[in-house]
């Protein structure tokens, strides 16, 4: 009997970073906005409370400067990217998603970019970089700004650049399941001073979650630590504790991140690079594995992309070989995911937020795609124990 279950996705904490978070608390937020300036080599960094809450304050920034209103994301993402737009006071136009990339068509991008487009929120999924030539080519010919959406690539390289320093702003997760995490949080960086001071200005009126939420928050932090080795998670994840997809709110907080979760960061930070190391040395070996098996696709790395491999992800041409896929890796002790249930356009209750419009990319990813762990708990058994499922099921 399988008594042990790898998560989907994982990051390795330790003792220290929840000790140098309380001792440190003092200046977690300056010591960490310049490690992670530095770490990316951007010139403005901000940490505030949440991915989205980021997202939102870059495009209200933006926003301040532009009496344009539209603002293009992919089809195929998580549903608080439409909802950070909204919240910013702006409309939103879909692109539909690349089956070659899995990231935005940019045939497809060229041609809905116009003159009231005022930024292209660029996502880098699964830790996969798009092709920043031609999105910064297209926003260029449009006087459109470009948004980096780097919440599953932090620390991807493009053309020898950090993600999230090619565009005017750069937006990441600390999140749950991101790269590196302190539970929740999320970080804006740019190199545009103009930007830069309309983002403090508005940080400036900004509070902190109160006492509770703090402590709560630590606690889950701690439990999460603890929670996410596989023999706790074999018995966790038997548990009915509800993981089913949530329905997102555009009335999400945005706050500053507390100098605690701050100084947590920093510490964790200085593991990045080492941790997804591991991600890419996996997420190659699958890569190497996957060449020329029928029936599936993997992504194609777009020249010059360095991927940091947060998941591996794999569209099945086959819905319910996906279907079956997923049951049996997980009866044999894997967790993988199937992302967001459903293409922005498909949500009933973004209709208000999202136009109705043909994606028909995104919506066969949605019923197709499967996701992989390759945090560093994954043995090369484990990787074996994958290949072995795509072989025989």
């Given at each position: 009997m399988q008594l042990k279950k790898q998560l989907p996705v994982f990051t390795p904490l330790r003792l220290m970073d929840f000790w140098r978070s309380l001792s440190s608390r003092a200046r977690g937020g300056s010591?960490?906005?310049?490690?992670?300036g530095e770490m990316?080599?951007?010139?403005?960094?901000?940490?505030?409370?949440s991915g989205r809450a980021a997202l939102c304050t870059a495009l209200q920034a933006l926003k301040a400067f532009s009496d344009r209103n539209e603002v293009i994301i992919p089809a195929y993402t998580c549903p608080t990217v439409p909802l950070s737009v909204a919240r910013a006071g702006l409309k939103v136009k879909l692109c539909d998603i690349d089956l070659q990339t899995f990231n935005m068509d940019l045939n497809s991008l060229g041609q809905l970019v116009d003159r009231n487009t005022l930024a292209i929120v660029v996502a880098h999924f699964y830790g996969f970089p798009c092709d920043m030539r031609q999105v910064i080519s297209i926003a260029g010919q449009n006087g459109t700004?470009?948004?980096?959406?780097?919440?599953?690539?932090t620390g991807a390289r493009y053309n020898g650049k950090r993600l999230g320093t090619l565009g005017d702003i750069g937006c990441f997760s600390l999140n749950r399941g991101k790269c590196f995490t302190?539970?929740?949080?999320?970080?804006?960086?740019?190199?545009n001073q103009r930007?830069?001071?309309?983002i403090e200005s508005r940080l400036e009126t900004l509070g902190s979650p109160n006492s509770i939420r703090q402590i709560g928050t630590f606690l889950k932090l701690l439990g999460m630590h603890f929670c996410s080795w596989p023999r706790l998670w074999w018995f966790i994840s038997k548990l009915p504790l509800g993981f089913e997809p949530q329905q997102h709110s555009i009335n999400f907080e945005i706050?500053?991140?507390p100098n605690w979760q701050a100084a947590f960061g920093r510490s964790v930070l200085e593991r990045l690079d080492e941790i997804n190391a591991v991600r890419a040395q996996n997420g190659e070996y699958l890569m190497q594995e996957f060449k020329g098996m029928n029936g599936l696709r993997v992504p194609q790395i777009a020249e010059g992309a360095e991927p940091v491999y947060l998941r591996f992800?794999?569209?099945?041409?086959?819905?319910e070989r996906r279907n079956s896929l997923y049951d049996e890796l997980h009866k044999r002790g894997i967790s993988v995911s199937k992302m967001y249930a459903q293409s922005l356009n498909e949500y009933e209750y973004l209709r208000d937020i999202v136009p109705?419009?043909?994606?028909?990319?995104?919506?066969y990813v949605a019923e197709r795609i499967l996701m992989l762990p390759t945090h560093p708990l994954m043995s090369k058994r484990d990787l074996d124990i994958v290949m072995d499922v795509f072989r025989t099921t």
């Amino acid at each position: 009997m399988q008594l042990k279950k790898q998560l989907p996705v994982f990051t390795p904490l330790r003792l220290m970073d929840f000790w140098r978070s309380l001792s440190s608390r003092a200046r977690g937020g300056s010591d960490f906005s310049k490690a992670f300036g530095e770490m990316m080599e951007g010139e403005y960094c901000y940490p505030v409370s949440s991915g989205r809450a980021a997202l939102c304050t870059a495009l209200q920034a933006l926003k301040a400067f532009s009496d344009r209103n539209e603002v293009i994301i992919p089809a195929y993402t998580c549903p608080t990217v439409p909802l950070s737009v909204a919240r910013a006071g702006l409309k939103v136009k879909l692109c539909d998603i690349d089956l070659q990339t899995f990231n935005m068509d940019l045939n497809s991008l060229g041609q809905l970019v116009d003159r009231n487009t005022l930024a292209i929120v660029v996502a880098h999924f699964y830790g996969f970089p798009c092709d920043m030539r031609q999105v910064i080519s297209i926003a260029g010919q449009n006087g459109t700004s470009i948004v980096e959406d780097a919440a599953q690539s932090t620390g991807a390289r493009y053309n020898g650049k950090r993600l999230g320093t090619l565009g005017d702003i750069g937006c990441f997760s600390l999140n749950r399941g991101k790269c590196f995490t302190t539970y929740n949080g999320g970080i804006l960086i740019t190199d545009n001073q103009r930007y830069a001071r309309e983002i403090e200005s508005r940080l400036e009126t900004l509070g902190s979650p109160n006492s509770i939420r703090q402590i709560g928050t630590f606690l889950k932090l701690l439990g999460m630590h603890f929670c996410s080795w596989p023999r706790l998670w074999w018995f966790i994840s038997k548990l009915p504790l509800g993981f089913e997809p949530q329905q997102h709110s555009i009335n999400f907080e945005i706050e500053k991140l507390p100098n605690w979760q701050a100084a947590f960061g920093r510490s964790v930070l200085e593991r990045l690079d080492e941790i997804n190391a591991v991600r890419a040395q996996n997420g190659e070996y699958l890569m190497q594995e996957f060449k020329g098996m029928n029936g599936l696709r993997v992504p194609q790395i777009a020249e010059g992309a360095e991927p940091v491999y947060l998941r591996f992800p794999v569209l099945i041409e086959d819905a319910e070989r996906r279907n079956s896929l997923y049951d049996e890796l997980h009866k044999r002790g894997i967790s993988v995911s199937k992302m967001y249930a459903q293409s922005l356009n498909e949500y009933e209750y973004l209709r208000d937020i999202v136009p109705e419009t043909s994606c028909p990319n995104a919506e066969y990813v949605a019923e197709r795609i499967l996701m992989l762990p390759t945090h560093p708990l994954m043995s090369k058994r484990d990787l074996d124990i994958v290949m072995d499922v795509f072989r025989t099921t």
